[in-house]
């Protein structure tokens, strides 16, 4: 206990200790934390769904028919209509033969990798990829290979590598700290001549980019295909909660048999899956909310270009804006939220060491003035030597 007691206080002098803001609104653009009133720039909410009363409406009514909990795991008796008409819209959506909910997105990752890869195999993974895809290459207990951020060329030697059992490349699709767009195409390339599986982390694409929403594989035109597997998440742009993973029949099947993480754990609230098929019409019906979110993303970008800041090469809602140091991207963070705004302060071991940083994210929710309000605050940052 002691032992706790002084990891957390080593934990505490380093700048890293975590603390959760208690919020007393609705997710949105503006919230509210014990008294404070602040603009938000900090949510994966990038539509705008979470609190959008259409949605709220359906699963006011989804409970209504289906009651509150699944009661039971999908096999054995927690698979409602509800969820299987979901899985067909979501299927239909992003354009592949079938498609399987998960609880989670961090739960589905674990669920494929492990179904996918045993001892025998290799996975190979961009050293930024979300946590869920590294834990998910490790519970696998296959051998784990990191390349360089999108860097093909180490990949191709990694697969060169791997001649044994299965071979399966993990990759956001947008990554999650940066925003920048995984090279869909040339992974794809990669992947069919080593043989190999693409596993796409789309949880920051899907609803943001392609034509409808439909995903970062629809804007490069790539099918949801063998030896394609696309994992979509429905908490963030869908606004709701909830995860699945679109691909093949055979595939669907393997995970229907095998896949630890949907097997074992208790189906969705059938209501959450009302409530994901009318915000999923919505995401395809109203192009204007991606539209408004990719004005406000260019708005902030001429800005902070203009102010010196350094961006990075991302055309999605996720700006981040590296700092360096924890002590510099925490004072960063402090500063905004005494004038009101919320930006949060991202921290290894959640990025590299050295490449602190605040994570903007934007909502088409978002008015032109508020984010003409964050630069306005970022002109104050102190200017790099
Ligand atoms: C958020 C996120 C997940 C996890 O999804 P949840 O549904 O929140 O568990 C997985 N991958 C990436 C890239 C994410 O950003």
């Known amino acids: ?212 929403g439909r995903g970062t594989l629809a804007r490069y035109g790539v099918a949801v295909v063998e030896p394609v597997i696309l994992m979509g998440t429905l908490g963030k742009a869908l606004g709701v909660f909830g995860a699945f993973v679109a691909g093949s029949e055979a595939l669907i099947e393997t995970l229907i048999q095998q896949a630890r993480t949907y097997i074992y754990t208790t189906a969705l609230p059938p209501a959450v899956a009302e409530a994901l098929r009318v915000s999923l019409q919505l995401v395809r019906a109203e192009d204007e909310r991606r539209e408004r979110l990719h004005a406000l993303i260019a708005r902030f970008r001429t800005g902070a270009r203009e102010l010196g800041l350094r961006v990075v090469d991302s055309t999605t809602p996720i700006q981040p804006v590296i700092l360096g140091d924890v002590e510099a991207a925490l004072a960063a963070s402090r500063m905004l939220r005494e004038r009101g705004l919320w930006v949060p302060a991202i921290r290894p071991p959640t990025v590299p060491e050295n490449t602190a940083r605040l994570r903007i994210t934007f909502s088409a929710r978002h008015e032109p003035a508020h984010v003409d309000r964050l630069l306005e605050a970022l002109a104050l940052l102190p200017r790099r030597p």
């Open 1 to 212: 206990m002691e032992d706790l007691d002084n990891r957390l206080a080593a934990r505490r002098a380093q700048g890293l200790y975590r603390e959760r803001q208690i919020l007393r609104s609705p997710q949105g653009v503006q919230v509210q934390i014990g008294d404070d009133r602040l603009l938000a720039f900090c949510s994966n909410d990038y539509l705008g769904l979470a609190s959008d009363p259409r949605v709220i409406e359906a699963f006011r009514a989804g409970a209504r028919t289906h009651g509150v909990g699944a009661g039971a795991s999908h096999l054995l008796s927690g698979h409602s209509i509800a969820h299987h008409a979901l899985e067909e819209e979501l299927a239909e959506f992003v354009g592949a033969p079938r498609a399987l909910l998960f609880s989670t997105g961090y739960m589905a990752n674990l669920g494929v990798v492990a179904a996918l890869a045993d001892r025998h195999g290799t996975v190979l993974e961009d050293k930024l990829n979300h946590a869920s895809l590294i834990d998910a290459a490790r519970l696998s207990r296959a051998t784990v290979r990191r390349y360089p951020h999108a860097n093909l060329h180490r990949l191709s030697g990694l697969l060169s590598e791997a001649k044994r059992g299965t071979r399966l490349i993990a990759s956001d699709a947008v990554f999650s700290m940066d925003g920048d767009v995984a090279p869909i195409p040339e992974l794809l390339t990669l992947a069919g001549r080593h043989r190999a599986w693409l596993l796409l982390d789309d949880a920051h694409g899907l609803g943001v980019l392609g034509p409808q």
